[in-house]
């Protein structure tokens, strides 16, 4: 079975999102995802293009703005280890994860 087999419908839509319209219900199957979900999506979300990331940084900020300061904390905690976890090859897909959650 191919690596991309196994990958969620998130990233398959991600991955092939070119128009518009796709890149809105990429947008949308992101905003409705469990978060839990999504932190299992996190190093693929973090190998998607830059505007593709661009946008999933946009709307998983959002959503991390309306969380509680507790699970903002054990996002950032979750998001460093997975980030601490990635091959030394990927630094980039690591920097990218660590920065999801990070907010000024």
Same mark, same amino acid.
């Given at each position: 079975?191919? &690596?991309?087999?196994?990958?969620?419908?998130? %990233?398959?839509?991600?991955?092939?999102?070119?128009?518009?319209?796709?890149?809105?219900?990429?947008?949308?199957?992101? &905003?409705?995802?469990?978060?839990?979900?999504?932190?299992?999506?996190?190093?693929?979300?973090?190998?998607?293009?830059?505007?593709?990331?661009?946008?999933?940084?946009? %709307?998983?900020?959002?959503?991390?703005?309306?969380?509680?300061?507790? &699970?903002?904390?054990?996002?950032?905690? %979750?998001?460093?280890? %997975?980030?601490?976890?990635?091959?030394?090859?990927?630094?980039?897909?690591?920097?990218?994860?660590?920065?999801?959650? &990070?907010?000024?």
């Amino acid at each position: 079975m191919r &690596e991309a087999d196994l990958d969620s419908t998130l %990233i398959r839509r991600g991955r092939k999102a070119v128009t518009f319209a796709d890149m809105a219900e990429f947008g949308r199957t992101l &905003e409705n995802r469990p978060m839990a979900a999504v932190i299992g999506d996190l190093p693929e979300l973090a190998r998607l293009s830059e505007p593709k990331f661009i946008l999933a940084t946009k %709307i998983l900020r959002r959503r991390f703005d309306g969380q509680q300061a507790s &699970e903002q904390n054990r996002l950032r905690v %979750i998001a460093h280890q %997975i980030a601490a976890s990635i091959n030394d090859a990927d630094e980039n897909v690591a920097d990218r994860i660590r920065s999801l959650f &990070e907010v000024a």
